[in-house]
């Protein structure tokens, strides 16, 4: 059976704001695209939920947290990303509810993206792997929080905190996905995407024996040629696209 077409993710917007829970999680496949929004003078802000203190046996939390922010911050700048917020929930333990879809809608009132980026929210990941709490949790709550953003009546104490509600956002974009309905051309981002993963250094050099600069590699060329035949035969990083 042939396999239904992705269509390029719009591109008629000028911010955006993605949503993750720990560093990394951007740079495991959404990098080339960042870098391809931010060549096109587009604005794109990192909110993540942890700092990934829980992320590397090796270290302690307190040690870990700080160090991790260092890498995320230097990953984000190599793709154009100037603005990178830390919401200080606990990794490995972060809860859906109404306390992290506050936090989220009052970024997004914030900001006021017109795209709103978050990773796969499913429990799985293409039902081959079980994704994390902290990755549904997340991304679920960034869903949701697109709407609360734009309610002046739900969470009425960041308006008198001076954050007006946005109903602004136009897509929430679903990276890692397997249901992915929307692509970007991952050409001229491939190679600051691999830079970019490879900031977080001490993480990866942690995970695997690998050499991190072929573990880098490898990893994103396997993810972006993945989908190349739906989207022209051109390497694509995919998103699940919700129109609102």
Known sequence: ???QRLDPLPTDWSRALAVVAHPDDLEYGAAAAVAAWTDGGREVVYLL???GE???DSLPPAECAPLREREQR???AVVGVRTVEFLDHRDGVIEYGTALRRDIAAA????RPELVVTLNYRDTWGGVAWNTPDHRAVGRATLDAVADAGNRWIFPELTEQGLE???GVRWSAVAGSDRPTHAVDATAGFERSVRSLLEHRTYIEALTEE???KYC???LEGMVRAEAERFGGRPAVTFEVFAH
Request: charge should be positive; charged fraction near 20%.
């Open 49 to 51: 939920a942890t700092r």
């Open 1 to 3: 059976m042939t396999q």
């Open 54 to 56: 829980a992320g590397i």
């Open 108 to 111: 997004i009132r914030r900001h």
């Open 211 to 213: 050499a991190p600069e």
């Open 217 to 219: 590699r490898s990893f």
């Open 165 to 167: 509600p946005w109903g």
């Open 74 to 76: 230097a990953s984000a």
